[in-house]
């Protein structure tokens, strides 16, 4: 199947590792050109090089906590490739605990991190979007806004809210053609998982490979997902052949969640 990617401008943030990494990859293999962000400029440019084999592929570095950056980021973004069809907004996690270790602090930062970061940045891409034949937007959230996981409190909370605001965006922007659809990833081997499962193993006294396999054992496939699987079904939701979907918000999460809704 030809998912029509081919010249199609992306920007993708929180991508100089992890879940976003392996979406420019595959998007770059589709013939489509790329544009990456994380904050750490080092990084962002060896992951930039690590791409550049495969297709046209930018860096830009920011934070896309600070409301600056993500128009910045926007702005530069758009100049270098010419216009901008796919958005995906990504970025790393929030801080783990339960309720009553929180401050509001540490709210306020997940909040920036994992909720407004989305806001701003699709925003800033919509003029831009509107200007394509073929737009797309993808916010990336987690399978806790479905199944609240232990001592994530803060990603339990903030990414419904995110789910909330891509079934509204859908709905408000399907009659111009931008289709918004979020992935629920569950447990994916990236760093951020893997520092999880250091964490608990500390917590609980146990090895990293007793964790593995008692997070193997939490979904129906009894293994943890590689980013490219993650990475596969994104680039599919967000390519044109995915032309009639939107406002889907997609566990890739291999049968973890158990719920029929
Ligand atoms: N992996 C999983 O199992 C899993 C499951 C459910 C949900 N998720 C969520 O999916 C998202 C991606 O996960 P991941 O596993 O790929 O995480 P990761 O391995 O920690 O990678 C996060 C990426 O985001 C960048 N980043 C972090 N903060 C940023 C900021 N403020 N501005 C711009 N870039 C930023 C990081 O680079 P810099 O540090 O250089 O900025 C890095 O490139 C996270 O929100 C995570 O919580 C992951």
Request: hydrophobic residues 40%; proline residues 4%.
């Amino acid at each position: 199947m030809d998912l029509k990617l081919k010249n199609k401008k992306a920007l993708i943030t929180g991508a100089s590792r992890g879940l976003g990494y392996a979406v420019a990859r595959c998007l770059l293999s589709e013939g489509a050109s790329v544009t990456i962000n994380s904050r750490e400029a080092v990084n962002l440019e060896e992951a930039r090089n690590s791409l550049s084999h495969q297709g046209k592929v930018g860096a830009i570095a920011g934070d896309v906590t600070i409301p600056t950056s993500c128009i910045a980021l926007l702005e530069e973004a758009v100049e270098r490739m010419g216009g901008l069809d796919l958005l995906v907004t990504n970025s790393g996690g929030p801080k783990t605990g339960r309720f009553e270790t929180m401050s509001d602090d540490d709210w306020l930062q997940a909040f920036q991190l994992n909720f407004l970061s989305h806001v701003r940045l699709i925003r800033a891409a919509l003029p831009y979007l509107r200007q394509s034949d073929a737009p797309s937007i993808l916010t990336v959230t987690s399978i806790s806004a479905k199944q609240p996981i232990p001592d994530m409190v803060l990603s339990n909370s903030l990414r419904a809210g995110v789910l909330g605001l891509t079934k509204t965006l859908s709905q408000e922007l399907g009659s111009e053609g931008i289709r918004v659809n979020s992935i629920l990833p569950g447990f994916t081997l990236t760093d951020r998982a893997m520092s999880l499962l250091r964490d608990r193993a500390q917590k609980n006294n146990t090895s990293m490979d007793i964790e593995i396999h008692k997070q193997s054992e939490a979904s129906a496939l009894k293994r943890i997902a590689a980013p490219e699987e993650f990475a596969r079904v994104a680039v599919f939701l967000l390519s044109p052949a995915a032309s009639y979907l939107t406002g889907l918000m997609l566990p890739v999460d291999g049968g973890a969640y158990t719920g029929l809704i």
